[in-house]
């Protein structure tokens, strides 16, 4: 477990209980954008069995509405489409990767 902080004034104290708990967050966060990555690059390796294209933008704009459409804030509609067209594009990437990687194999 992680120190609160090193400062004893609860000004200090309260910062540093929320940054622990932002801590958590992208400790799940980054295990979820694995396990997405992980399950784009099984998707695109059924899509090289059957010779489908990479890129399917009417699948990408579903995920983006669908994500904007759960999305209650605080953050608005244009910052969940900018995360989450990041999120597509390096998942994206990383089947492009796995892909190249096992085209000589």
Sequence with gaps: MRPLSRYS????EEIA?????I?????????LFNRRAHCAIEIGVV???????????EREAQV???????????????????LFQAVIAES????????EANRGA
């Design 9 to 12: 004034d609860p000004v200090n």
């Design 47 to 57: 899509k090289r069995r059957l010779r489908l294209p990479i890129d399917v933008p």
């Design 64 to 82: 983006v509405a669908r994500m904007i459409g759960l999305n209650e804030g605080p953050l608005n509609a244009d910052a969940i489409e900018r």
């Design 17 to 21: 209980t929320w940054r622990n708990e």
């Design 92 to 99: 994206r990437a990383a089947e492009r990767a796995m892909l």
């Design 23 to 31: 801590d958590r967050v992208d400790d799940q966060l980054i295990e």
